[in-house]
């Protein structure tokens, strides 16, 4: 029994180390993007943000996208208010005062929420609907917005002429270790993004920065079929379009495109919010992410049966090994979003990092979670 065990972690271990061996090689591959300053034409776009209870943050977002460099008369802000229980609504009726292209649309005044389980689906449909942009531009209402952000974009689709673009996020900074290992964590999962997008390899994006063109929004019927998983906005969409568009999707690799977001505050918010991310993991249609994700759990699960097979050499071998290849990966990733001194503690991290994986892939096939103060299968 020993042998076996021993074995099939050598096994997992190595998958697991020639995995982020093609990651650090696609990544490494990647060129930012260099943006033309005399380019003169303009894209339409227009920018849809959901939001559910942002009162706090919903005007921090909203300046920082009427602080952007583009010409105002060729974007449009469109906040869809999801049903939210605070001043969200009356934050932006205030905003649309001074600034025209600021809209707010309501997911009210055209469902009830009892018929309906994937909200942001819906409010990013509606607001597609009534869009006056050619393209979409999607962000969360917790997010801060770099000011050549929608430059870049146009600047990308004029270049490149493509269907959907995937762009790079990442958590603010903050004190605490509870922010500093998600920051970590989401180091990993955005340099496996680009990584894995800009090789063409999987239907990878993050909702709170990714634009696609609103012709082909229609062409693929929107969210038809996956609309009643709760989360998966963003990859389904992308995956979709990929299949059906001949695969014209992009990766906006230029460090002034990144989006800012807040952390999750305490702990109980961030296994939640990892439960919806891995509660879509069962639908994917992108057979290279479903093999990938089943290789990494696999994988952390057999630290745990290490553990409880008491095989404590084994384990620490084996913890050390990842923790390598990891740091390996991670070290380009850092420096691109210009956070190189975020690895000196990463070790010390890996026993939690293995088991908040397994519980939230675990929950996230399992059970119902709660989100935003709603309850969602």
Known sequence: MLLLLAWSVAILSLLYALLLLAYRYWFSKLKPFELNEFITQHTHFTVVIPARNEASNIKACVDSILAQDYPHEYYEIIVIDDFSEDDTAFIVKALRYDFPNVRLLSLADYYKPEEMNSFKKKAIEKAVS????????TTDADCIIPKQWLTLFNAYILEHQPVFIAAPVMFIKEQGILNEFQ????????GITAAAVGAGKHSMSNGANLAFEKSAFIAVGGYQGVDQIASGDDMFLMHKMKVTLSNRIGYLFHPGAVVLTKAMGDWRDFIMQRIRWSSKARYYDDNSIFWVLLLVYLYNLSFLILLFAQEYTIFMLSIAFKTCFEMLFLFPVTHFFK???????FPFYQPLHFLYTL????????????????RVK
Not at 130 to 137: F, L, M, R, S, Y
Not at 183 to 190: G, I, K, S, T, Y
Not at 339 to 345: A, C, D, I, V, Y
């Open 130 to 137: 009534q869009a006056k942009g050619h393209w979409i531009v």
């Open 183 to 190: 920051v970590l964590d989401f180091l990993a999962l955005q």
């Open 339 to 345: 956070m190189p001194g975020q690895l000196r503690f």
């Open 359 to 374: 519980v939230a892939g675990l929950f996230g096939q399992v059970k119902t979670y709660t989100w935003k103060g709603r």
